[in-house]
């Protein structure tokens, strides 16, 4: 295997016509150029310089290796100058994937802060709910995921996130939704099975599912009028009066909900906001520093 540090003395040996020269422009011995030479030589399996008299020349081999020494050395100057600006983050990129409501409240704050501190990396960001966000980050599909998991859910496997690392952000309440005239809508807070016999409006299939199990540990199945994975959607149809809704209170944050009030459930209903990568990528800095600015948004 031909090493860097050989084809350097090689170049110096070449640029200046003896061992001894190169070793001064190298700044060491004549003999440890001589053995960088003779490894070299032993690398390739041939000669690279001859000796006549004083003098000194390269072989047909040694011409060709220098001439590809130039490239080959430029390079690695130009690879090792990209790994360090990415190490310093001066340089480098990250693809983050996100949930909607986590789009539009934690990951603008995050990335403004991100671009101000690290102007020269760059992030890319794609939207997709848990646990699809989650199977892109193992399949090497993106570099963070923010998801989310609900709290004592049994929908939720044991252990679903022990091969990652997970950075946990906040713990997000579910909130009712409900039309400004509807009767509980100055009410401090509901039960759930006090809007047993609504109509609903059901958010996306993961929080569906969340709804449904809890509602019918309440005793009922709800009655789904609409779906719509759109959060605006899911306020436009509860404040025109087409029924009532439970959502993130992350999600009520990203929205404005005119015609319709929020309205805390009791028991609580949580869940879990983190953020998301694997172990390896963990180590890259432009990753350890979105995982630090997301942590940093969820605390505001």
């Not at 050989?6 to 640029?15: C, D, G, K, M, P």
């Not at 193992?138 to 990652?164: N, T």
Request: hydrophobic share 45%; proline share 6%; glycine share 8%.
């Amino acid at each position: 295997m031909i090493e860097a540090r050989h084809l350097r003395v090689l170049r110096a040996v070449a640029a200046t016509g003896s061992f001894s020269a190169a070793g001064r422009e190298l700044g060491c011995t004549q003999p440890a150029v001589s053995q960088q030479m003779k490894a070299l030589e032993a690398s390739v399996g041939t000669p690279l310089v001859v000796r006549s008299g004083r003098e000194m020349r390269l072989t047909q081999a040694g011409e060709a290796l220098v001439r590809h020494a130039a490239g080959i050395l430029a390079g690695l100057t130009a690879a090792e100058e990209e790994v360090a600006a990415i190490a310093g983050l001066r340089a480098g990129r990250v693809r983050l994937v996100s949930f909607p409501s986590g789009s539009s409240t934690l990951v603008p704050t995050a990335l403004a802060a991100l671009r101000a501190a690290h102007p020269g990396t760059r992030v890319s960001l794609e939207e997709a709910e848990p646990p699809k966000s989650v199977d892109l980050l193992r399949e090497g599909d993106c570099d963070v995921a923010l998801a989310f998991r609900y709290q004592g859910a049994a929908s939720a496997p044991e252990g679903e996130w022990d091969d990652l690392v997970v950075r946990p952000l906040l713990t997000d309440r579910l909130v009712a939704l409900v039309p400004e005239r509807h009767r509980l809508a100055r009410a401090r807070s509901v039960a759930i099975e006090d809007l047993a016999a609504e109509p609903w409006i059901a958010g996306c299939p993961r929080c569906r599912g969340q709804l449904v199990e809890v509602c019918e540990s309440a005793g009922f199945t709800p009655r789904i009028d609409f779906a719509t994975d759109d959060y605006p959607a899911v306020v436009g149809l509860v404040g025109a009066g087409l029924g009532v809704a439970v959502l993130p209170q992350l999600a009520v944050e990203s929205v404005r909900p005119r015609g319709a009030r929020t309205v805390s459930l009791e028991p609580a209903v949580r869940r879990e906001i983190v953020a998301l990568t694997l172990p390896d990528l963990a180590q890259v800095p432009a990753v350890t520093a979105t995982l630090e600015q997301l942590a940093r948004a969820a605390a505001r």
